[in-house]
């Protein structure tokens, strides 16, 4: 191995701010060791903050370090000092970022590039003959040895700036974003300077940038630096190709030119750390992303009503230590199963709100499948307005899916999940179909060989047999029923819901869906909204299809939904054991229990319930750690049923 | 295929000093933009990229002389009488360097308001939009970014307020003047896809003028490449970065750091782009050019080239 240049031990630099008030301390690096061997590039990048100058700095003996040590060519640097450290210096040359700010404007190029030779007392017979080689080795003519800066482009600045740092012959070289202020054509001809005068005078870099593509195109080894931290460290072409750690790939994705802004998933600012796009919906990264997923999907607006019609509040009654018979308390329910949010309205008035996780009542947050729920009452209004009938053929509608296993089924077939499809429903499978349309839709890293957007994934679908016989819940289903309502009402799925629903409702905040890159909706899971908006579609159950005055959907519609199909459900097994004798209707879930409760759920726990008997509304959202599991739903239906017919 | 929101042809700026023409930085620039669409203008400091966004607007210096026509949807020719009803209404700007755009003794809130009083709105409903796009643009503590001064903010938070402010009426057209090149590149590319996001939700069609070939590829429908103040190759994104056919785009993308590229392998471009373009006779570019020949002593006109406009002399197809 090449004997070690630099080499740094546990280095840490606190700065403290001083001034009025409390005094500050900053890590600016904390415990950091490299070493830079002999006629080595390496590389360090990271965003702005991140240490990356103040390690160069420190490396170099600009600033001192508060504790560790620095070595450089053998000797403890904060132990050398007067002609000693001269020579140290003297093997060190320097290139910053911006050449017009770190030349001095009164300074002739000639000057300027004989400065630091003069400075260490370099005189030979032949001085001017060196600094006229000097120039013309980094590109400069000798007349503009006659210039000033202010005379001189940018690159060319930063050529000067070059050549001042190789004129004592030194061994090592920081650059310190080189190449930042330049064009990228300058900037190339510059990384180009710089790597043929490596080859020729055998130098060392230490390369600080937060361009990743300058780092990988120069530097034989990379650091990735976050927050004084290393975050990975090693031979740059398997950081590059194979970075293993989250930031890295962050960065990696994030570099211009990287591919088109619309198929990237990730975008918006404050991501936590170690957030992942194939990971959000788990356990721990669920807890904060289902109440953020606008920040890293792309989202549209449905508009909420500019005439709001809010919740009347009435005074809570203790409710925390009832106790759900054979469960214990709702307190403990709500804390065993991972609770956002829990609202329950009786008789038009809130009874119980509760928060958690940093909600309140403005908080949105996702509903998974829960929005199938509100298609099914969309569609409601779309029949009822003649835009379409719920025994036409797909097809009719959207003729480009006439391939697709969809080519025969009708649009109740779909509303009410019995079309036959060879689809998977399995959550944690990466090759269920539910996983592969998570990827079209832009919720998950694409993979080679995935359908891009969610109307190509519907057209490669394909069937199973006879629609219309078996129950067989496909998520699928529910966007390509979004599809024709976008297709029928000539308008984006989030601009209906906005004028059918959400104003006519009355709804208070603005909602949100994520679509993906060519705008089509998810509509099967991908709505945020806040609990208190969400109860107002268990009122339209209640109200024979009114909000207060407003008709929003017909009553037969409600009536039909209520008595549900007759197509059961029993074919799943826990199913049967949640709610014996249920159905799905109009893509909500018929328990035909005694008091003839009906309800969505979506994974992870989220939950309307509507109870026709006792006037009962509950919304629940929740962050499970797991995507399904039997008991968590059996616990829920017992919490739901027992609280519906309590009085409050 | 829908109409343009803008069309900018033979657009011509000359410095005059004295009463004579010193300098002409751009020399017939012509392009037409549709709405909710990308144009992407790229190039080296010197082609005029800038000057093409502010000469739109009319926003040069007083010994700047403009030449051509630049036609707005809904308002006919530009001209110094329409323009008051057209420019940060109509138009809007994003300009380089947030702490420098926004004026540093005055808080964000009230240089929004100065603004959205421009736009027509009322006290209340200027707060409320205000406030509205803050959010949008993804800020948020708003009522801190209300009541900061810039120099309070970082430079992502600025501009953040900047396309916030320029969105504060419904602009048909929006320039982006080399919007993240003042940015780290992780919030370059959060800018970046927050004008995407917002360019969907609000239709509006966009100049995004940028250096980085890269960066341009990343979010515009289409592309031209400006040298010397002139455009040399023009068409869709993908076509031209994809078979660039003027050796001067070939020169800008083969100048893009890589880590596929073997170290020391980068082309770059020789020379500089001319400094006074007044005395350019025949191709600006013949100076730089590897594949010069005694032709190019002609001016090459656009002419159309495997599906896009590419004007040289020398290439054929």
């Known amino acids: 191995m090449s004997p070690t240049q630099i080499s740094l031990n546990h280095v840490k630099k606190t700065f403290r701010t001083r001034g009025l008030g409390k005094r500050k301390e900053f890590d600016a690096l904390v415990d950091l060791s490299l070493d830079l061997r002999k006629g080595e590039i390496l590389g360090v990048v990271g965003e702005s903050g991140s240490g990356k100058s103040t390690l160069g700095r420190c490396a170099f003996g600009i600033v001192p370090v508060t504790s560790g040590k620095v070595t450089v060519f053998g000797e403890d640097i904060s132990q050398v000092s007067g002609s000693a450290l001269r020579d140290i210096k003297k093997r060190m040359g320097f290139v910053f970022q911006d050449p017009i700010a770190s030349l001095n404007p009164r300074m002739y190029v000639k000057d300027l590039i004989a400065e630091p030779m003069r400075m260490h007392q370099e005189f030979s017979h032949n001085f001017y003959e060196r600094i006229e080689y000097l120039a013309s080795r980094v590109g400069l003519s000798s007349e503009q040895l006659q210039r000033r800066p202010h005379e001189l482009s940018g690159g060319q600045c930063q050529r000067v700036a070059i050549a001042r740092a190789i004129s004592t012959n030194p061994e090592i070289l920081l650059l310190d974003e080189p190449t930042s202020s330049l064009d990228l054509s300058v900037q190339a001809q510059i990384l180009n300077l710089l790597s043929d005068l490596r080859s020729e005078f055998s130098l060392s870099y230490l390369l600080i940038s937060h361009d990743l593509d300058v780092i990988s195109h120069l530097s034989d080894r990379t650091m990735v630096l976050h927050d004084g931290q290393i975050v990975e460290f090693g031979d740059t072409q398997s950081i590059i190709n194979d970075p293993q750690q989250e930031y890295t790939k962050t960065l990696l994705r994030m570099k211009s030119g990287s591919g088109r802004i619309d198929t990237l998933g990730t975008s918006s600012p404050s991501l936590p750390p170690g957030f992942d796009l194939d990971m959000w919906q788990e356990a721990p990264l669920n807890r904060w992303a289902f109440q953020n997923v606008e920040k890293f999907i792309s989202t549209q607006i449905i508009e909420a009503s500019s005439t709001p019609a809010p919740w009347a509040e009435r005074k809570q009654s203790p409710w925390r230590d009832l106790e759900i018979s054979g469960e214990g308390s709702i307190g403990s329910i709500l804390e065993s199963t991972y609770t956002d949010a829990l609202l329950v309205v009786q008789n038009g008035n809130i009874v119980i709100e509760h928060y958690e996780n940093g909600m309140n009542p403005e908080s949105k947050h996702l509903l998974q499948s829960v929005s199938k729920g509100i298609l099914g009452v969309l569609y409601a209004q779309l029949e009822a307005e003649g835009l379409l009938a719920t025994s036409d053929l797909i097809i009719e509608h959207i003729p480009e899916l006439a391939g697709s296993g969809y080519a025969t089924a009708t649009i109740s077939e779909a509303l009410d999940m019995t079309v036959a499809l060879n689809f998977s429903e399995e959550y944690h499978d990466p090759d269920s179909e539910i996983q592969q349309q998570d990827r079209s839709a832009n919720w998950r890293h694409r993979l080679a060989g995935d359908v891009p957007g969610i109307h190509p994934f519907l057209q490669s679908l394909t069937g199973s047999g006879q629609h219309g016989q078996q129950f067989q819940y496909c998520s699928a289903n529910t966007d390509l029923l979004a599809w024709i309502a976008e297709r029928v009402c000539g308008d984006t799925y989030a601009t209906i819901l906005s004028d059918r629903l959400w104003k006519p409702m009355g709804l208070v905040t603005d909602s949100t869906i994520t679509v993906d890159e060519f705008g089509a909706p998810l509509a099967n899971g991908g709505i945020s909204m806040t609990a208190r908006d969400l109860a107002r579609f268990g009122a339209l159950f209640l109200d024979e299809g009114y909000i207060g005055n407003q008709a929003v959907v017909p009553k037969k519609w409600i009536a039909q939904t209520l008595a549900g199909a007759s197509n059961s459900v029993q074919s799943v097994e826990y199913l049967q054991v949640l709610h014996p004798g249920g159905s799905y209707k109009n893509q909500w879930w018929i328990t035909k229990g005694e008091n003839q409760e009906i309800y969505c759920v979506g994974i992870y726990g989220q939950y309307i319930w509507i109870d026709p008997t006792t006037k009962t509304i509950i919304v629940k959202f929740s962050t499970l750690p797991v995507a399904t599991n039997s008991e968590h739903s059996r616990l829920h239906m017992a919490l739901f049923r027992e609280i519906s017919r309590r009085k409050f | ?317």
């Not at chain 2, 040069?60 to 036609?71: D, K, T």
């Not at chain 2, 031209?240 to 980068?266: E, F, M, N």
């Not at chain 2, 191709?283 to 594949?291: E, I, K, L």
């Open chain 2, 1 to 317: 295929m829908s109409a343009p929101i803008i069309r900018v042809s033979n657009l011509a700026v000359d410095f005059a000093s004295k009463g004579i023409v010193v300098n002409t930085p751009l020399r017939g620039v012509s392009f037409e933009v549709e709405s909710g669409k990308t144009l992407g203008i790229v190039g080296e400091t010197g082609c005029g990229k800038t000057l093409t966004g502010l000469s739109i607007l009319n926003l040069l210096p007083p010994n700047a002389i403009r030449r051509g026509e630049i036609w707005l949807d809904g308002h006919g020719e530009l001209n110094s009488q329409n323009m008051a009803d057209v420019r940060g209404v109509q138009i809007s700007f994003i300009f380089q360097n947030p702490h420098s755009a926004f004026n540093p003794v005055f808080t964000i809130e009230k240089q929004l308001k100065i603004v959205a009083h421009r736009q027509g709105l009322d006290h209340h409903q200027g707060e409320r939009i205000i406030r509205d796009r803050l959010k949008e643009v993804g800020l948020d503590d708003i009522d801190r970014v209300l009541t900061s001064f810039p120099h309070q903010l970082s430079g992502g938070m600025l501009q953040r307020c900047m396309i916030a402010m320029a969105l504060l009426g419904t602009p048909k057209l929006l320039i982006a003047d080399e919007p993240t090149t003042a940015l780290d590149s992780t919030i370059a590319r959060q800018i970046l896809t927050l004008i995407y996001n917002l360019q969907k939700q609000y239709g509006f069609a966009l100049i995004l003028i940028s250096h980085d070939v890269g960066l341009v590829s990343d979010i515009a429908d289409n592309i031209a490449v400006l040298y010397a103040g002139r455009v040399v190759e023009t068409g869709t994104t993908n076509l031209v970065l994809s078979d660039p056919k003027h050796p001067y785009t070939k020169g800008l993308l083969q100048a893009i750091p890589s880590a596929s590229v073997v170290r020391g392998g980068l082309t770059a471009i020789p020379g500089q782009v001319p400094a006074n373009t007044l005395t350019i006779v025949g191709c600006s570019f013949a100076s730089r050019c590897s594949q010069v020949q005694a032709s190019c002593a002609n001016d090459p006109a656009l002419k159309e080239i495997a599906g896009r406009n590419v004007a040289c002399g020398v290439v054929t197809r």
